[in-house]
Nanobody, 113 residues
Framework: QVELVESGGGLVQAGGSLRLSCAAS????????MGWYRQAPGKQRELVAI??????TNYADSVKGRFTISRDNAKTVYMQMNSLKPEDTAVYYC????????WGKGTLVTVSS
């Protein structure tokens, strides 16, 4: 079992920055990749960025050049979000792929225009 706890969400003006963090605990040895998804009101959950245990990253086209995913150990993953836009407003969820897919409870990011 893996538990994920997100932090770092909040309210920011358009053009601003936020840094999300996700701390994993439990059976972290089983994790092969971690990522961030988001779900805006009335929309489906979508992949934002992912990083593998080998450090390979992938981003949604909508955030390329603005968001950066990173990890400092097997337990913590970050996402630096710059040049935020109102359309980035969503609940952001941390995800870990291991024996199964694990999810955090989410953190709200609100970008005002």
């Amino acid at each position: 079992q893996v538990e994920l706890v997100e932090s770092g969400g909040g309210l920011v003006q358009a053009g601003g920055s936020l840094r999300l963090s996700c701390a994993a605990s439990g059976s972290i040895f089983s994790i092969t990749a971690m990522g961030w998804y988001r779900q805006a009101p009335g929309k489906q959950r979508e992949l934002v960025a992912i990083i593998t245990s080998g450090g390979i990253t992938n981003y949604a086209d909508s955030v390329k050049g603005r968001f950066t995913i990173s990890r400092d150990n097997a337990k913590t993953v970050y996402m630096q979000m710059n040049s935020l836009k109102p359309e980035d407003t969503a609940v952001y969820y941390c995800n870990a792929l291991g024996a199964t897919s694990y999810w955090g409870k989410g953190t709200l990011v609100t970008v005002s225009s």
